[in-house]
């Protein structure tokens, strides 16, 4: 078995989202996630809560790590935000629809050998990406009217009866839309379903 050509440090706001950007890294063999806080990383991760403009995550990241190549998971930024993660390393800016395995494994690789780039340019990427008029919706046709029913304020037990699903259905529904999209909650869920114009 060959070494990883890449090690990569994960830093999240939350375990949830650590553990599904962890599971979504370990797919590639090039890849290897190191124990947060241990340092010798080549790239960095930072998983902002969407809201948060300040940073906090890619702050601690570069604290522990360095300033390293790093890929940044947030929601839109203001100027200061872009500029913040220009300096700190970041190469690619994500917002959190966009995190899929196939797409986070390939940013981290390029990231390593990626040229700096500035706050313009980490803008006008994160924005291509989310206006994209090419990307289609990700969310599944059951996932969707799950999350409408969920938006008119339906509960569990309420969906199922409606779609004819056990509530244990539903659940696992909603879990694995999330987990793929890398959504934390229901609410986020909802959210991102009605900025995608679904809901």
Do not use: W
């Amino acid at each position: 078995m060959s070494a990883p050509d890449i090690r990569v440090a994960v830093y999240t706001a939350d375990p949830l989202t650590l553990a599904g950007l962890v599971g979504m890294l370990s797919r590639a063999a090039a890849l290897e996630v190191v124990p947060p806080g241990v340092r010798g990383a080549d790239v960095l991760v930072a998983a902002e809560d969407p809201a948060d403009h300040e940073l906090p995550v890619l702050r601690r990241a570069v604290t522990e790590q360095g300033v390293l190549p790093g890929v940044l998971i947030a929601g839109p930024l203001p100027p200061a935000g872009y500029r913040s993660a220009a300096t700190s390393g970041v190469r690619c800016a994500l917002p959190r629809l966009e995190v899929r395995p196939e797409r986070l494994i390939a940013e981290v690789t390029s990231a390593r050998t990626a040229v700096a780039t500035s706050a313009v340019r980490l803008a006008a990427g994160y924005d291509a990406l989310v206006s994209g008029p090419d990307e289609p919706s990700r969310f599944h046709e059951r996932e969707i009217r799950v999350l409408r029913m969920i938006a008119e304020g339906r509960d569990t037990a309420e969906i199922g009866e409606a779609m004819g699903y056990s509530q244990r259905t539903i659940k696992n529904i909603l879990h694995q839309a999330q987990h793929r999209l890398a959504l934390r909650n229901r609410a986020e869920a909802v959210a991102a379903a009605i900025r995608a114009g679904l809901i």
